[in-house]
């Protein structure tokens, strides 16, 4: 059992409270806390107390750390990665590949040389990058794409002129021609289209009409901040979700997603393999975001927690992770699992007891503890788990 010491990455659309909060740190920070990353990824490995990474520590003795099924399956290497993510402004539209696909895409760099920090680079690592995210506060999300009758009739109650070819594009061809297409437009017709969404939208907010209000007024949001992004028309086109703290959504690859703003505990496969799709300025790959998009049309659903082990489990139907939230009180309760685990404390103070003696949590730190090794907990406090799901 490790206490673990994590990094913070930067990023302009961070809060500058939420996670300098959890941390017990000055608030407001001097700059946006974005993600606080807690586990393996070797681009932000958390340390331990005698300066190792944690990633080099597993390397050292894997067997032992994650347990046999895990490096059977996943090789010598932590499967998951658990993030603090906040956002006070929007993140870029963006989706995942699925193992094969990045397995192939990262063949393909590596063997043309292209160097890993170069901005350009697409693929990072050969691994998929399914996840989970779970609201810590309300928090707002473009996930995937709605029915395309829907995005149809949002379309078309716009009434602008420089739509009919994207309207024409998805009742002739649905999502697979048209979004292809929006990528597809030159520079010029791309401002003039995404002027005239924004202008027709914020109309409609003005207006008070209820009908689509939220994607409307996202729309012109996003087009303040992104003038001339194609991301801009294509956010009509998906799922506008809102969870309440304590509802989960699972995004699988090829889900197109933008999370809009909120705090939530993010935990996935761990990879840094992201396609954007738009509301950036960075890098967009469009032939490979294309390759890996799923067009799929269709509601999204809201995971709520199920009584599970040791507290509300989010069930997702991937191998490489699970979450539970753990609500403690003053009696110890067991908290063993058969792999390995990384626990966050996010109020209160818990108190780990193992084979190793006590490791007290306060707000805000976290601990690792190998696989199988006999657990348990007190607070209260509460504990975010991650794990891996293998049955």
């Given at each position: 059992?490790?206490?673990?010491?994590?990094?913070?990455?930067?990023?302009?659309?961070?809060?500058?409270?939420?996670?300098?909060?959890?941390?017990?740190?000055?608030?407001?920070?001097?700059?946006?806390?974005?993600?606080?990353?807690?586990?393996?990824?070797?681009?932000?490995?958390?340390?331990?107390?005698?300066?190792?990474p944690?990633?080099r520590?597993?390397?050292?003795?894997p067997?032992?750390?994650?347990?046999?099924?895990?490096?059977?399956r996943?090789?010598?290497?932590?499967?998951?990665?658990?993030?603090?993510?906040?956002?006070?402004?929007?993140?870029?539209?963006?989706a995942?590949?699925t193992?094969?696909?990045?397995?192939?895409?990262?063949?393909?760099?590596?063997?043309?040389?292209?160097?890993?920090?170069?901005?350009?680079?697409?693929?990072?690592?050969?691994?998929?990058k399914?996840?989970?995210?779970?609201?810590?506060?309300?928090?707002?999300?473009?996930?995937?794409?709605?029915?395309?009758?829907?995005?149809?009739?949002?379309?078309?109650?716009?009434?602008?002129?420089?739509?009919?070819?994207?309207?024409?594009?998805?009742?002739?061809g649905?999502?697979?021609?048209?979004?292809?297409?929006?990528?597809?437009?030159?520079?010029?017709?791309?401002?003039?289209?995404?002027?005239?969404?924004a202008?027709?939208?914020?109309?409609?907010?003005?207006?008070?009409?209820?009908?689509?209000?939220?994607?409307?007024?996202?729309?012109a949001?996003?087009?303040?901040?992104?003038?001339?992004?194609?991301?801009v028309?294509?956010?009509?086109?998906?799922?506008?979700?809102?969870?309440?703290?304590?509802?989960?959504?699972?995004?699988?690859?090829?889900?197109?997603?933008?999370?809009?703003?909120?705090?939530?505990?993010?935990v996935?496969?761990?990879?840094?393999?992201?396609l954007?799709?738009?509301?950036?300025?960075?890098?967009?790959?469009?032939s490979?975001?294309?390759e890996?998009?799923?067009?799929?049309?269709?509601?999204i659903?809201?995971?709520?927690?199920?009584?599970?082990?040791?507290?509300?489990?989010?069930p997702?139907?991937?191998?490489?992770?699970?979450?539970?939230?753990?609500?403690l009180?003053?009696?110890a309760?067991?908290?063993?699992?058969?792999?390995p685990?990384?626990?966050?404390?996010?109020?209160?103070?818990?108190?780990?007891?193992?084979?190793?003696?006590?490791?007290?949590?306060?707000?805000?730190?976290?601990a690792?503890?190998?696989?199988?090794?006999?657990l348990?907990?007190?607070?209260?406090?509460?504990?975010?788990?991650?794990?891996?799901?293998?049955?």
């Open positions: 059992m490790w206490q673990l010491n994590n990094g913070v990455r930067y990023y302009p659309w961070g809060s500058r409270t939420v996670i300098p909060e959890l941390l017990g740190q000055p608030v407001p920070a001097d700059r946006p806390y974005a993600e606080l990353w807690v586990g393996a990824h070797p681009d932000e490995p958390s340390v331990l107390a005698d300066g190792r944690l990633n520590a597993i390397d050292a003795d067997e032992v750390l994650l347990g046999a099924p895990v490096v059977e996943f090789g010598t290497r932590l499967p998951f990665l658990m993030k603090v993510l906040a956002a006070d402004s929007p993140l870029s539209l963006q995942h590949p193992t094969e696909q990045a397995e192939a895409g990262f063949a393909a760099e590596e063997a043309s040389g292209v160097a890993h920090d170069d901005p350009t680079r697409t693929f990072k690592d050969p691994f998929h399914p996840e989970l995210l779970l609201a810590l506060t309300t928090f707002e999300a473009l996930c995937g794409f709605r029915p395309v009758e829907e995005s149809l009739h949002c379309l078309a109650k716009l009434q602008l002129p420089e739509l009919k070819p994207t309207i024409a594009a998805l009742a002739r649905g999502l697979r021609t048209a979004i292809p297409q929006l990528l597809a437009l030159t520079d010029k017709r791309r401002t003039a289209l995404v002027s005239a969404v202008r027709a939208a914020a109309g409609f907010v003005a207006a008070h009409d209820p009908e689509f209000i939220n994607t409307y007024r996202w729309a949001s996003l087009a303040e901040t992104y003038p001339g992004d194609a991301g028309v294509i956010s009509l086109l998906c799922n506008h979700l809102k969870l309440e703290p304590g509802e989960g959504v699972f995004l699988p690859a090829g889900n197109l997603h933008a999370y809009l703003s909120g705090a939530g505990i993010e996935m496969a761990s990879s840094d393999n992201v954007r799709g738009g509301l950036t300025v960075k890098h967009v790959d469009l490979a975001l294309i890996v998009l799923d067009f799929t049309d269709g509601r659903p809201v995971i709520h927690p199920v009584l599970g082990p040791g507290g509300l489990r989010y997702v139907p991937v191998e490489d992770f699970d979450l539970t939230r753990c609500q009180d003053a009696q309760g067991t908290l063993t699992t058969a792999g685990q990384v626990l966050l404390c996010t109020e209160g103070t818990a108190v780990l007891a193992s084979a190793d003696g006590e490791l007290a949590l306060a707000k805000g730190q976290s690792f503890v190998s696989a199988g090794a006999p348990s907990a007190r607070g209260p406090a509460v504990l975010y788990r991650a794990t891996t799901n293998l049955s």
